[in-house]
Each structure stands twice: as C-alpha cells, then as structure tokens.
C-alpha cells in the first residue's frame, strides 16, 4: 500500500533514499511503464510491449522478466544492464496534480526510504535541494511528459490496426512450458503495407522512430528467455 506525501524540506529534512537495486527494495517486477521518448534508449537491453492495464487501456512496458514478480536484469550486484527505464529511476518519488500544479510527492512506504543514515540525503543541511533530488525531478518531469503523450501515440497505433497480440512459449530443460500471454507487439506487415500518405502522417507526428524502436526491441526477448533457463538450470 502505497503512502503518497507532498515533499518538504522541513518534515523531510533528513529523508534519504537507498539507490541500491534488489528485490528488497521494490525492483522484483516483471515490467514497467514505458514511454514513447524513451524507446530508443530502452531498446538496446529490453523488449517493448504493449499491453491493456486494469481500465482497459493499452500502455507500452518494458519487460523485465516472464513472470510476475521477476526481474531477470537483477544480478547480486544489482541491476545488471547500464540503463535504467525511468519509471524504475523515479521511485519513491512521484508527481501530484493540484488544480493543474504539479507537485512532487514521495511515497513513504517504499522500501527505499532509509530507516538510518544509509541513502541519499534529498535535503541539504541548510535546507537546499541535493543534487539527487534535482536528478529525481529531472527524471520525474521526463517520465510525466512521456506519459501525457503515451496516449495518443497509442490511438494512432490502433487507428492503424499496428498492434497484434502474441504468445511467447518457453521450453524448459525438463520439457514442461512456460507460456506468456496478453501482450501485444507491432505488426510489421501492416506497418509495412501503409500507403505514403499515412507514413507521412506517422513522420510528422515523430511516431516513426518509436514505432522502429518498438519492433527492434523484440530481439532482446531471445536474451530474457536465456535469462530465463539459465536461472531454472
């Protein structure tokens, strides 16, 4: 349960985070949200997906395993790959709205909200915001930026009927399989097939390059099932 409260260096004085990556800080997920923007760089380690949250919307993911509740890309050292998707970078912190204002909030539940001297201070002693504060918002505005714009980049992929739904199937060592279901990729013979017009369109909205990242992402799902066996071996 999640503990959402307006940030302020008088109550939060002498808040710090822990950075540290595992399991024990929040990290063991199977995706998370992905943006647009954010394609090219997520791209090199991550395949990107898209699938339908709890109202019915389609979202692009990062995944990060093929299971609930696993990340393949921690290690006992951590995160294992250079680059880390934003919507695991801003944690705990988070944007409120209020009456169009945007707030930043933390959550005080997190598991990375340091019970001692451990972390990252967010104030300075006199009061001033540390450097790592400035990174977290720095990352909470791109994060909030893509988000808005997620939308209609998706409408425009299912206006053009570009998603199609598909199943991942692994065989494990043993013989038994493990199936992925409910996930949605691009469909390239559609993209392929869109007439001069409609690609124009895609170009002048910047959805092209997405769209491109998108699909090279999904030679990375041959590296999550590696992954995958080797853990199970």
């Known amino acids: 349960m999640q503990n959402p409260v307006l940030l302020d260096n008088i109550t939060h004085k002498d808040l710090r985070i822990i950075t540290r990556r595992g399991a024990e800080w929040g990290d063991a997920r199977m995706s998370c949200l992905a943006t647009p923007d954010e394609f090219r760089r997520l791209q090199v380690h991550y395949p990107i997906v898209f699938q339908k949250n709890s109202d019915g919307q389609m979202q692009p993911l990062a995944l990060l395993g093929l299971q609930e509740g696993q990340n393949l890309f921690l290690g006992p050292d951590g995160w294992t790959v250079p680059y880390l998707p934003l919507a695991m970078q801003r944690e705990p912190f988070m944007i409120g709205v209020n009456e169009d204002e945007l707030r930043m909030l933390v959550d005080m539940a997190s598991p990375r909200i340091s019970q001692g001297a451990e972390g990252e201070a967010v104030f300075l002693p ?63 013979e559609r993209l392929a097939a869109l007439d001069e017009k409609t690609v124009g369109l895609l170009h002048q909205a910047d959805y092209l390059l997405p769209i491109y990242m998108a699909i090279a992402s999904m030679s990375n799902l041959h590296n999550l099932i590696r992954l995958q066996l080797a853990r199970e071996a």
């Open 126 to 188: 006199q009061g001033g915001t540390s450097e790592f504060l400035e990174h977290a918002n720095s990352v909470l505005k791109s994060l909030h930026e893509g988000l808005q714009a997620t939308p209609a980049f998706v409408e425009a992929l299912l206006a053009h009927d570009l998603l199609e739904p598909f199943v991942l199937d692994v065989e494990r060592p043993d013989g038994t399989h493990a199936r992925l279901v409910g996930l949605h990729t691009i469909h390239e």
